[in-house]
């Protein structure tokens, strides 16, 4: 596969994964871009790896993982969502999963990152923990704890349990 | 999947949707490929030099950097989405806008802007103008305001409302937040974008009931007034694509109609160290072509079929086909397709949304059976 068919077919799939590891559009594109631009240099060797998507979605939350340290040595990770209005009519379910979403962003890089892919791209736990460079334990204490602290905070009764 | 399983992927789902950009996409990663290619070559150029001058003694070829990208002509031929006769404009009926994705309900004067792209899907309608010396506009409309403001996700990277959060009043606030209807704010005044340098929009109502915002940019916002003027609500306009679909597997239709004749870059913001900063960049024009249908298949599953040609030679190793699929070379990927043998061109269609079924083999068999690609995709006149 060239790497002009690689983007035309994974392309817009890496960028709705980037939005939900960045929370932010333009970020979201712009990582995309960067992690490609990388991967551009490297195709080859890419190409003829097993798996050339999880090679590059690995490339993509670790590029991430990068940016969100470097932002949080800066400034409050919290502050920008915080402060924004909302979507507007944000009435009942709306609000509700407006809600959900800010206490996504909230999580632990890796918390989130496990929980995208695991909810949003439906990959097993095996196949997160090659993405995040961590063993299948890992992934699931990571998954946990996520849930756990979205239960606490969305208030969703602790009997309502999830995939550990 | 528990309720609160089900409610993380819905949230998910929600925040990832939206089209993408792949000519922009594409494009940038390339560029910025062989832009860190050179800088590897000549790091690793100057190393050697290093070496030499240290006299390692040692004959040696200092890569070359590579040879500069041919200038983009971009494309003199503009095509104009043909006239729907007998179709009303959106004036005459606003629940018309994004009903039918083959249409758009509304058209431009020729002479005063020049559509070089458009798109059409459910309950919106938007399109791009080039309104000459490198000044462009973004139009969108649809008959609520806030599908008006939210629902064409590829135009919102650039002045939605998460372009627009800043509590200066003078500033464009897209989202008015709860409580404040939203239609107020289609009254015909034209504010200053938030976010981007020197960027204009301004929303109104042609008629009752029909949402209209157009964004632009430059020093003044005299542009902006010359793209609304242009604009005509009593016609329809056809959709009209490089590319057709004349079979769709049985409970199917096409869902969305997204052309881009001539891409006119819109300047980005960019990231420093984290933050956002608004930036001018100039408007670039580029030669590609992209287009796409989507098709909504039975049981809430999608098939996009996109196009994307550019008139320069394509790579030359293209991946071989692996099989024939209604007489086509194909690269089957298991969930992807590539119809390969059409010059210059990438022509793709498959499962995007991991959360959908992933079409079946005769969904796909009898897409690609019914798969028309104009005769010359450099000369739109030929689509219609």
Redesign the interface.
């Known amino acids: 596969?060239?790497?002009?068919?690689y983007?035309?077919?994974?392309?817009?799939?890496l960028?709705?994964?980037a939005?939900?590891l960045t929370?932010?559009?333009?970020?979201a594109?712009?990582l995309?871009?960067?992690v490609?631009?990388?991967?551009?240099?490297h195709?080859r060797k890419i190409a003829r790896a097993d798996h050339p998507d999880v090679y590059v979605r690995r490339m993509l939350v670790n590029a991430n993982t990068s940016?969100w340290r470097?932002?949080s040595s800066?400034?409050l990770a919290t502050a920008e969502f915080a402060?924004?209005?909302?979507?507007?009519?944000?009435?009942g379910d709306a609000a509700?999963?407006d809600e959900?979403?800010r206490l996504?962003l909230g999580l632990p890089d890796r918390q989130r990152a496990v929980?995208?892919l695991r909810?949003?791209?439906?990959l097993d736990d095996a196949t997160i923990a090659q993405i995040l460079g961590c063993s299948p334990v890992t992934v699931r204490t990571h998954a946990m704890r996520a849930?756990s602290q979205?239960?606490e905070r969305?208030g969703?009764p602790t009997t309502?349990?999830?995939?550990p | 999947m528990t309720n609160l399983d089900e409610r993380i992927a819905r949230v998910l789902r929600e925040q990832a949707d939206g089209p993408v950009d792949t000519d922009s996409l594409l494009t940038a990663a390339v560029h910025g490929g062989r832009t860190r290619r050179r800088r590897r070559r000549a790091a690793i150029g100057a190393g050697l030099g290093v070496a030499m001058l240290l006299g390692a003694g040692v004959a040696l070829r200092t890569p070359s950097a590579a040879p500069p990208q041919p200038a983009v002509t971009p494309s003199l031929v503009v095509v104009t989405p043909p006239r729907a006769p007998g179709i009303p404009g959106a004036a005459a009926s606003p629940a018309l806008v994004g009903s039918d994705p083959q249409l758009l309900h509304f058209g431009v004067d020729p002479s005063a802007a020049k559509p070089v792209a458009w798109r059409s899907a459910a309950r919106v309608e938007s399109m791009r103008l080039d309104l000459g010396g490198g000044v462009q506009a973004l139009v969108i409309v649809a008959a609520d305001p806030r599908t008006a403001e939210t629902g064409d996700p590829s135009q919102l990277f650039d002045i939605g409302p998460d372009n627009a959060y800043a509590a200066d009043s003078e500033k464009d606030l897209a989202s008015p937040g709860p409580g404040v209807d939203a239609a107020s704010r289609y009254n015909g005044v034209i504010r200053q974008l938030d976010r981007v340098a020197k960027g204009w929009v301004l929303r109104w109502q042609p008629v009752p009931g029909l949402y209209v915002r157009v964004a632009t940019l430059g020093e003044t916002s005299a542009d902006i007034q010359r793209a609304a003027a242009a604009l005509r609500f009593d016609e329809a306009r056809h959709c009209v694509a490089p590319i057709r679909l004349t079979a769709l597997p049985p409970g199917a239709r096409i869902s969305a109609c997204e052309v881009a004749v001539r891409q006119l870059f819109w300047p980005r913001i960019v990231n420093v160290a984290g933050t956002t900063t608004p930036t001018q960049m100039p408007v670039t024009d580029s030669d590609h072509t992209e287009a796409a249908l989507t098709v909504a298949l039975q049981g809430a599953a999608t098939l996009p079929v996109r196009l994307f040609y550019s008139p320069r030679p394509s790579s030359p190793d293209r991946s071989k086909a692996n099989r024939e699929i209604a007489g086509r070379p194909v690269f089957d990927m298991g969930d992807f397709w590539h119809v390969l043998g059409i010059p210059n061109t990438l022509l793709s269609m498959g499962h995007e949304n991991r959360w959908e079924r992933s079409p079946t083999d005769a969904e796909v068999s009898t897409v690609i059976g019914g798969l028309r690609v104009a005769d010359d995709l450099g000369e739109p006149a030929s689509w219609k």
């Open positions: 596969m060239t790497f002009e068919e983007v035309s077919s994974r392309g817009p799939a960028v709705r994964l939005r939900l929370g932010d559009e333009h970020r594109e712009d995309t871009q960067d490609l631009a990388r991967a551009y240099v195709w940016w470097r932002r800066r400034e402060d924004r209005p909302g979507r507007g009519d944000l009435g509700d999963r959900m979403w996504i929980l995208v909810y949003y791209e439906d849930l979205l239960r969305h969703v309502n349990g999830s995939r």
